[in-house]
C-alpha cells in the first residue's frame, strides 16, 4: 500500500511542520490509508462488507422498500408514493447512513499547537442527528466536545463534522459517543477528551412508552476529564440540555 519513504515524510514533518494535512481527494491514496488508521482506532459500527458500490446499494434498497410498501398495502402508481422507494434509498445511502463509507469521512487537518495551549476546548451544543438502528427512527440531540489538547490543535469545525459523520450511521447513543471520543482521541493524540449527548429518542416518543419529554444523556470522559473532580466539574457544568 503507501511506501515507506512517503510513510517516513509523514512521521519526521508530524512534529515540525504546521500543517499534517489528512486530506481526501488531494493525495487519495495516501488519504485512504489515513481514514484508515482513524478509523482502525475507532470502536466499529457491527458491518460486513457486501462488495456493493453506492449506486448498487441505492438499486437493491429502491426494490426491497418497494417491496415495503406494497406489502403494507400502499398504492405505488399513486404520483405521491411512486418515487418513494428510490428517494428513501438515496436518502439512507447518500444522506442518514453517509457514515457508514469511509469514503465520506470528513476532511482532517491537525495543527501544531504552537501557542502551547493547555486549558480545555468546549464546543457546545453541536448538533447531532442520528437513526436508532433498534427501530429506524431518529435521535434528536445535542453534543458537547471538550478536549486537553497536548501537541495537536484541530480546527473547531471538525469536532462538528466528526460528531455528524458517526451520528450518520444506525446507531445506540453509547457508542456513538464511544466512536467521537475514540476519533478524537486518536487525531489529537491526548487522552484527555469528553463527549457528552443528550438526546431524544423518536422510538420512544412515537411508541412503546410514548413519551415526549424525555431525554437521554449519556457521557464518555477521558484522561483529566475522569480522574480530577475540577476538570470533571468544569466540563459537566458547560453542558447545556435543551
Ligand atoms: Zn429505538
Redesign the pocket.
Known sequence: MAKAPKKTTKKTTLKTSKKQSIEPGVHAHETAVLVKQILDNVRPTPMIHNGLSNEEKIEKITEKFTEIMEVLGLDLTDDSLGDTPRRVAKMYVNEVFAGLDAKKFPKMTVIENKMNYDQMIVVQSISCLSF????F?PIDGFATVAYIPNQKVIGLSKINRIVQYFARRPQVQERLTKQIADCLQYILGTEHVAVHINAK????VMRGIEDTGSTTSTADLRGHFKSRQETREEFLQQIKTK
Open positions: 436508532c438502528e433498534h427501530h427512527l429518542h423518536y422510538c420512544v
